[in-house]
């Protein structure tokens, strides 16, 4: 009787191995330097070398409150190893990370930096971290939040 | 107590230091590799408007310190230079300074030889000038006798020659200017187009294409040319006509800002066209000339088209005036323009050089062939067949009666 247990835990385990979904291990997804991309009047910025497009309006929805306050600004992102995409804006007080999830930017985390809005911001890869730059001020990010 | 102050002092003023020099360095990647392609773009500048030999020194120094200012960064910008990286920045930036530096080798060598070429045209150029003023004197005493007669001949011998050598040489210089251009089909950059006017310059370009037409119309107008000729020289303006044409547009764009330089290609252009313009008359006046020789009275034409319709219309007035002028009238006046100037002469030396040079078609030629062959058959009865029986027949009536006598004489043996 024991014998035939542990015999269907073994077939089990077994059949689970054999239907667990494929995965290609050892990417990296990271960006050699971050790009500053205008955004144009519907709220849409692309970027060419990275051949992606996206609408950002949300993003100044839940960063201000106003949905058209991005006029005239740049956004900066960077696609840390993991995969995630680390965005702000100069005058944001969040660095927002967003992975991807069915054809759309989905936000993972909100990095507070500064209550009083990011003066100067710039990002660096720096593996496994993304960094950030405001003046002076160095951060080092992933995508659970800042480094400890 | 002193002494403590002293080291927290030191050690406050190392940590502030410290947190300014971290300040400093703080800089973006992104900057680096912007600051690193706008020094690249900044060179390759400076390559594509270098002046000479010199500048291309300096530029080579700044590659140097471009590379060594920036090798601390190397494995970012290779990662960020898509889809170029560090090193072949750098080796794109050292090639084309090599070339700019070959280009600027070949342009000495070119200028040296520019040098040697003016000379030769300016010897080529007063020498024609005085052959023109020569043959000009000798055609007043043309005909006196046989030695001015020989002497002109030699005269335009020589000067067809030196002609042909000037022309060719200034055909060249044209060239080598187009060839400056179609290295650079998008256009000329600023340095580039005021290089070229040097070079116009240099090589006195506009006056020795102004000369070199006037000449060639001075020598149709002080010589009597033939058909070879008149065909030879049509050709070199064609060819001449057609390089000028492709460097004459480029050169007003060049000279946009230069109205003196600009009209002098504008009188260029009407050169070419009055050269033209000479040629086609000459060709037409010589055939003209052949008809007026024979006192054959064409109404005058100046294409192929009125040519063919004049000689249709000349030859159906003679048709229709046959019964007023009379047979034997009508077929001398054929004979005279069909035989002896058309076929013998307008059709042998001229119709060819016409059609070669699309001032005739051949089914214009076709239908002055046709009306001359209506013609004829108005006043040439045709050929009658009633003379060869009658030949025939009284050849069998000889052979018969050689034969009849010849059997006789045997019959006699």
Same mark, same amino acid.
């Given at each position: 009787?024991?014998?035939?247990?542990? *015999?269907?835990?073994? *077939?089990?385990?077994?059949?689970?191995?054999?239907?667990?979904?494929?995965?290609?291990?050892?990417?990296?997804?990271?960006?050699?330097?971050? =790009?500053?991309?205008?955004?144009?009047?519907?709220?849409?910025? =692309?970027?060419?070398?990275?051949?992606?497009?996206?609408?950002?309006?949300?993003?100044?929805?839940?960063?201000?409150?106003?949905?058209? =306050?991005?006029?005239?600004?740049?956004?900066?992102?960077?696609?840390?190893?993991?995969?995630?995409?680390?965005?702000?804006?100069?005058?944001?007080?969040?660095?927002?990370?967003?992975?991807?999830?069915?054809?759309?930017?989905?936000? =993972?985390?909100?990095?507070?930096?500064?209550?009083?809005?990011?003066?100067?911001?710039?990002?660096?890869?720096?593996?496994?971290?993304?960094? *950030?730059?405001?003046?002076?001020?160095?951060?080092?990010?992933?995508?659970?939040?800042?480094?400890? | 107590?002193?002494?403590?102050?002293?080291?927290?002092?030191?050690?406050?003023?190392?940590?502030?230091?410290?947190?300014?020099?971290?300040?400093?360095?703080?800089?973006?990647?992104?900057?680096?590799?912007?600051?690193?392609?706008?020094?690249?773009?900044?060179?390759?500048?400076?390559?594509?408007?270098?002046?000479?030999?010199?500048?291309?020194?300096?530029?080579?120094?700044?590659?140097?310190?471009?590379?060594?200012?920036?090798?601390?960064?190397?494995?970012? @910008?290779?990662?960020?230079?898509?889809?170029?990286?560090?090193?072949?920045?750098?080796?794109? @930036?050292?090639?084309?300074?090599?070339?700019?530096?070959?280009?600027?080798?070949?342009?000495?060598?070119?200028?040296?030889?520019?040098?040697?070429?003016?000379?030769? $045209?300016?010897?080529?150029?007063?020498?024609?000038?005085?052959?023109?003023?020569?043959?000009?004197?000798?055609?007043?005493?043309?005909?006196?006798?046989?030695?001015?007669?020989?002497?002109?001949?030699?005269?335009?011998?020589?000067?067809?020659?030196?002609?042909?050598?000037?022309?060719?040489?200034?055909?060249?210089?044209?060239?080598?200017?187009?060839?400056?251009?179609?290295?650079?089909?998008?256009?000329?950059?600023?340095?580039?187009?005021?290089?070229?006017?040097?070079?116009?310059?240099?090589?006195?370009?506009?006056?020795?294409?102004?000369?070199?037409?006037?000449?060639?119309?001075?020598?149709?107008?002080?010589?009597?040319?033939?058909?070879?000729?008149?065909?030879?020289?049509?050709?070199?303006?064609?060819?001449?006509?057609?390089?000028?044409?492709?460097?004459?547009?480029?050169?007003?764009?060049?000279?946009?800002?230069?109205?003196?330089?600009?009209?002098?290609?504008?009188?260029?252009?009407?050169?070419?066209?009055?050269?033209?313009?000479?040629?086609?008359?000459?060709?037409?006046?010589?055939?003209?000339?052949?008809?007026?020789?024979?006192?054959?009275?064409?109404?005058?034409?100046?294409?192929?088209?009125?040519?063919?319709?004049?000689?249709?219309?000349?030859?159906?007035?003679?048709?229709?005036?046959?019964?007023?002028?009379?047979?034997?009238?009508?077929?001398?006046?054929?004979?005279?323009?069909?035989?002896? $100037?058309?076929?013998?002469?307008?059709?042998?030396?001229? $119709?060819?050089?016409?059609?070669?040079?699309?001032?005739?078609?051949?089914?214009?030629?076709?239908?002055?062939?046709?009306?001359?062959?209506?013609?004829?058959?108005?006043?040439?009865?045709?050929?009658?067949?009633?003379?060869?029986?009658?030949?025939?027949?009284?050849?069998?009536?000889?052979?018969?009666?050689?034969? $009849?006598?010849?059997?006789?004489?045997?019959?006699?043996?």
């Amino acid at each position: 009787m024991k014998k035939s247990k542990i *015999l269907i835990v073994l *077939l089990f385990l077994v059949v689970a191995a054999g239907c667990s979904s494929l995965k290609l291990t050892q990417a990296d997804f990271a960006w050699p330097v971050e =790009s500053v991309l205008k955004i144009d009047s519907n709220g849409n910025v =692309s970027d060419n070398r990275f051949s992606f497009s996206v609408n950002v309006k949300p993003l100044f929805l839940a960063e201000t409150g106003d949905s058209l =306050s991005y006029a005239s600004k740049e956004l900066r992102i960077i696609r840390d190893t993991k995969g995630y995409y680390f965005t702000t804006v100069t005058g944001f007080k969040n660095v927002y990370v967003f992975g991807i999830s069915d054809g759309a930017f989905k936000l =993972s985390e909100k990095i507070l930096i500064d209550e009083n809005g990011i003066k100067a911001p710039v990002m660096n890869q720096r593996p496994p971290f993304v960094e *950030l730059i405001d003046g002076a001020k160095k951060y080092l990010m992933n995508n659970e939040g800042l480094k400890k | 107590m002193k002494m403590f102050n002293m080291m927290k002092f030191v050690f406050a003023v190392a940590l502030l230091g410290f947190i300014f020099s971290s300040a400093v360095n703080a800089q973006s990647d992104r900057e680096k590799t912007d600051k690193f392609k706008s020094g690249v773009q900044k060179i390759a500048d400076a390559i594509k408007n270098a002046k000479d030999v010199n500048e291309c020194a300096s530029i080579e120094t700044q590659i140097e310190k471009l590379r060594t200012d920036s090798q601390a960064d190397k494995a970012l @910008l290779d990662k960020s230079l898509y889809p170029d990286d560090f090193s072949s920045s750098i080796e794109k @930036l050292s090639t084309a300074l090599t070339l700019r530096k070959g280009d600027f080798t070949q342009i000495k060598e070119l200028k040296t030889e520019v040098v040697g070429l003016k000379d030769q $045209v300016t010897d080529l150029n007063k020498k024609n000038f005085d052959l023109i003023g020569e043959i000009r004197v000798l055609t007043l005493r043309v005909n006196k006798s046989d030695k001015v007669n020989d002497s002109l001949k030699t005269l335009v011998a020589q000067l067809r020659a030196s002609l042909k050598e000037r022309d060719k040489l200034v055909m060249g210089m044209v060239d080598s200017l187009l060839t400056e251009f179609t290295k650079n089909p998008s256009g000329l950059s600023e340095t580039e187009q005021q290089g070229m006017i040097a070079t116009i310059k240099n090589k006195n370009l506009f006056f020795n294409i102004q000369r070199t037409i006037n000449d060639n119309i001075k020598f149709m107008e002080v010589t009597q040319l033939k058909a070879d000729d008149i065909s030879e020289m049509k050709k070199q303006q064609v060819k001449f006509s057609k390089l000028w044409r492709q460097i004459g547009p480029k050169l007003a764009d060049v000279y946009l800002n230069k109205k003196e330089n600009a009209a002098q290609v504008t009188q260029i252009n009407s050169l070419f066209q009055s050269w033209n313009l000479l040629i086609n008359n000459q060709l037409w006046g010589n055939v003209d000339k052949a008809f007026k020789d024979k006192n054959v009275k064409i109404l005058p034409y100046n294409n192929g088209q009125e040519f063919s319709d004049n000689i249709k219309n000349y030859v159906q007035d003679q048709i229709k005036n046959l019964p007023t002028i009379g047979k034997d009238a009508s077929l001398k006046e054929f004979k005279l323009l069909s035989d002896t $100037v058309w076929f013998n002469n307008v059709k042998k030396d001229w $119709v060819p050089v016409l059609i070669e040079n699309g001032l005739l078609t051949e089914a214009q030629k076709d239908t002055v062939e046709a009306n001359l062959a209506m013609w004829k058959t108005q006043v040439e009865p045709p050929f009658s067949f009633t003379w060869i029986f009658l030949a025939l027949g009284a050849l069998i009536v000889v052979v018969i009666a050689v034969f $009849v006598i010849m059997s006789k004489k045997k019959k006699t043996l």
